[in-house]
C-alpha cells in the first residue's frame, strides 16, 4: 500500500509517500524555526501562510522524490489534530482536493499516533509496548497491546516537558526552540560542582541537583521544576546563573530524564510489557537517549530524525488504520488532544 502523508500541525510543512507503514519512498520537510525565532516561539497565524507557501511544491518534490505519479497512490493521510487550527487546515484542505480530484481515499491521523507509529518506520518493531511521548505539547505514556489497542495512562497536568524546556531556555537567554539549545549547552558542562556558600533546594551535597517532582501514578509536572530553574536564577544571581548555565541544564534535564525513567519503570513493571518505545522531539535529548538506553539495553532508540514532526509517520500511522480511510470530507481539524483513533 502507497500512502501519501501531509503534516503541517505546527512549524514544520512536510510530505511523504510510505509503502507499508514502514519504508520511506520519500520525506520532504520544510522547518519554519529560523522564521519564528524572533519572537522566541511559533506566532500561529503566520505559521499558517509558510505553510501555504511552500506545501505545493513540497508536494511535487516529495512524489518526484518516490519516483510514482499521484494516481498511483492507494490513499492520502494527514493529520487532523491536535496542533494549531489554521496549520492544520492548510494541510487537511490539500487531502481533501487531491482525494476530490484523483479520487484517492482519505487517512485522518492523530498527531500523537502518528509520532508513536514513526518507531515502526525502517524497523521490524512489533507491539505490545509502553511508549514514552514527549514533545513541545504533549507528554504521556502510552500501553500499546497492538496497533489499535492503546491506553493512555499518564499524562503531564501542567507544562509539557518540551514547554519546561523552552521556558527554561528563555531564563537562560538562549534562542526557541529550547530543547536542542540546552541539550547542546548541557554537553559541554564537565562537572555540576555548585557554590557551598548558597542554600538552593536545587543544589545538594554541593552539586546542581534538581528534585524530582512527585505526582501520583503515571502523570507529570515540569512547572515546578521550571520555577526551582527561575528561583535558583534568583538565589545565585544573574553573572554567576549564566557562568554556570551549562551545569545548570545538565542538571535540568537529567531531572526530566529521571523523571520519565521512574514513571516507564513502574509501568513496566505493573503493566508486564518489556518492550520500551521513546518518541517525539524531546525522544531526541541526549540524557533521555542515555538513560533509557542504560537502563533497557533492548531498547530501540527511535532515529533522531523522525523524532520531529513529520509527514512520514503520518504516512505510516495511516498504513495501520486503513479500514478508517473514507471519502468523508465533513472532518474538522482539532486543537487539542482528542481520544486516539480505534
Given at each position: 500500500m ?15 509517500v ?6 520511506i ?9 529560523s ?8 506566532i500561529?497565524?503566520?505559521a499558517?501562510?509558510?505553510?501555504l ?13 518516490a ?7 492507494d ?6 489534530g491536535?496542533?494549531l487550527?489554521g ?7 490539500i ?26 518506520l ?6 505490545p ?12 505514556i ?72 512527585k505526582v501520583?501514578?503515571y502523570?507529570?509536572?515540569f ?26 541544564a ?26 520500551i518505545l521513546?518518541?517525539?522531539g ?8 542515555g ?12 532515529n533522531?530524525?523522525?523524532c ?10 495511516a498504513?495501520?488504520q ?14 487539542r ?6
Amino acid at each position: 500500500m502507497l500512502i501519501l502523508g501531509i503534516e503541517s500541525s505546527c512549524d514544520e510543512t512536510a510530505v511523504a509517500v510510505v509503502k507499508d507503514g514502514r519504508k520511506i519512498l520519500s520525506s520532504q520537510i520544510i522547518s519554519q524555526i529560523s522564521k519564528h525565532q524572533n519572537w522566541g516561539g511559533v506566532i500561529p497565524e503566520y505559521a499558517s501562510r509558510l505553510h501555504l507557501d511552500c506545501i505545493n511544491a513540497l508536494l511535487k518534490i516529495s512524489l518526484e522524490e518516490a519516483n510514482i505519479k499521484i494516481e498511483q497512490i492507494d490513499c492520502i493521510a494527514v493529520t487532523q489534530g491536535p496542533g494549531l487550527v489554521g496549520s492544520l487546515m492548510v494541510g487537511v484542505n490539500i487531502a481533501k482536493t487531491l482525494s476530490w480530484i484523483y479520487q484517492k481515499p482519505i487517512v485522518k491521523v492523530n498527531h500523537i499516533y502518528g509520532h508513536i507509529c514513526a518507531n515502526f518506520l525502517e524497523s521490524n518493531i512489533e507491539a505490545p509496548f509502553i511508549c514514552l511521548l514527549a514533545s513541545g505539547g504533549h507528554t504521556m505514556i502510552i500501553v500499546m497491546n497492538n496497533y489499535h489497542d492503546m491506553q493512555i495512562i499518564g499524562s503531564t497536568i501542567d507544562d509539557a516537558a518540551g514547554e519546561a524546556f523552552d521556558k527554561v531556555a528563555r531564563l537562560m537567554n538562549l534562542p526557541y526552540p529550547g530543547g536542542p539549545e540546552i541539550d547542546q549547552l548541557a554537553q559541554t558542562a564537565t562537572n555540576l560542582n555548585a557554590p557551598t556558600n548558597i542554600k538552593s533546594t536545587a543544589i545538594l551535597n554541593g552539586v546542581y541537583k534538581f528534585p524530582v517532582a512527585k505526582v501520583d501514578n503515571y502523570d507529570f509536572s515540569f512547572s515546578g521544576l521550571k520555577t526551582s530553574v527561575l528561583r535558583l536564577k534568583e538565589t545565585l544571581g544573574e553573572e554567576l546563573f549564566l557562568q554556570d548555565k551549562a551545569k545548570i541544564a545538565k542538571a535540568f534535564q537529567d531531572c526530566i530524564a529521571k523523571t520519565f525513567l521512574e514513571k516507564i519503570q513502574k509501568a513496566k513493571d505493573e503493566f508486564q510489557i518489556d518492550q520500551i518505545l521513546i518518541a517525539g522531539g524531546v525522544a531526541a535529548n541526549t540524557s533521555v537517549r542515555g538513560l533509557f538506553q542504560n537502563s533497557f539495553p533492548d531498547l530501540k532508540l527511535l532515529n533522531l530524525k523522525y523524532c520531529s514532526d513529520n509527514a512520514a509517520m503520518i504516512a505510516g500511522a495511516a498504513y495501520f488504520q486503513a479500514e478508517q480511510k473514507s471519502f468523508d470530507y465533513a472532518f474538522e481539524v482539532f486543537s487539542r488532544m482528542a481520544k486516539l483513533s480505534k
